[in-house]
DNA sequence: TAAAATACCATGATATACCATAATTAATGT
DNA sequence: ACATTAATTATGGTATATCATGGTATTTTA
């Protein structure tokens, strides 16, 4: 998955870039997004992945906890299935395109099992910091024969 | 999943969301709607869960304790049927509203398996509470694959 | 019989599905 | 390797269906 940068109408309407969809479609499932909770930005999955979560949070803690209480209201309150029309599409909610501080254009990032959709500006100073992190983690990949410039 | 608001008008009557309709009919089965043991607001679910809630509560309190006795019949008393006439509306009760500080608008916020009904203001405070209240205990979170920092 | 609760009807708003065109990518032949 | 064609994908616009909500009629029950 590598990332794609689509158009958002003043619907809220995005395509789900061919590659997603197929896979979707592969394991029938749907699309479901939600706001990260970790960057300002929407998150996504298909919907099974979401499941799983959900089970993993009820077996590691007691049913009757908060901690439990909050992940599932936190989790399943913000998320939502969104299913794509005849031409590959979804419509953004309001909230999360907020989130996204993304008006006009969108970025599809593909992050592994789930994915990401950016504002282009901030998905593109994310991205520097993402590789000035690498960098400065990794010194020796730059003395190496195996990364380097060849 | 999902939270959508509605109005509640003065017969305390409420559209429920169409997604849970879609459900409800699916498993042709009943919405069950009590007072939220744990927060300000009324929780609901379908009919056949709530006997497996209460099988849960077994579970996870000493059997023997005053307290499992105490939650079955606080739920259990507690909780109605709850029947969507053929526009998707139900009547919630002065009881439950009171209990939610329910006026003329109201919540829905997806639980997963369970949902919950809130006053709009009160939803706002409680998601910022957990919002923040997840951020710290964030480590516990990375280990999942949907989700995470990553 | 009066009051309350429930079921039904009608409308406006919103979101969804569909069609048509433009742009991009892939494929073919020269 | 290049140009041309074909196929897929993205985007703008429009029609359609669904949903929420105010109001009214009918049934229930006290």
Redesign the pocket.
């Known amino acids: 998955m590598d990332t794609?940068?689509?158009?958002?109408?003043?619907?809220g309407?995005?395509?789900?870039?061919?590659?997603y969809?197929?896979i979707v479609k592969e394991l029938n499932s749907e699309i479901v997004c939600y706001r990260s909770l970790s960057a300002p930005c929407i998150e996504g999955c298909v919907e099974d992945l979401l499941e799983k979560l959900a089970a993993e949070i009820e077996n590691s803690t007691d049913f009757f906890s908060q901690t439990q209480d909050d992940l599932t209201n936190l989790i399943f309150g913000d998320a939502r299935r969104f299913?794509?029309?005849?031409?590959?599409?979804i419509?953004l909610?309001e909230k999360l395109l907020q989130h996204a501080e993304i008006t006009d254009t969108a970025v599809f990032v593909g992050k592994g099992r789930k994915f990401q959709i950016w504002n282009p500006q901030n998905w593109a100073k994310e991205e520097a910091r993402i590789r000035a992190e690498v960098m400065k983690k990794r010194p020796v990949l730059n003395t190496g024969k195996c990364g380097g410039t060849n």
């Open positions: 794609v940068i689509n158009k958002v109408d003043a619907k309407r995005v395509s789900l870039p061919a590659d969809r197929a299913t794509f029309d005849s031409t590959g599409r419509v909610t």
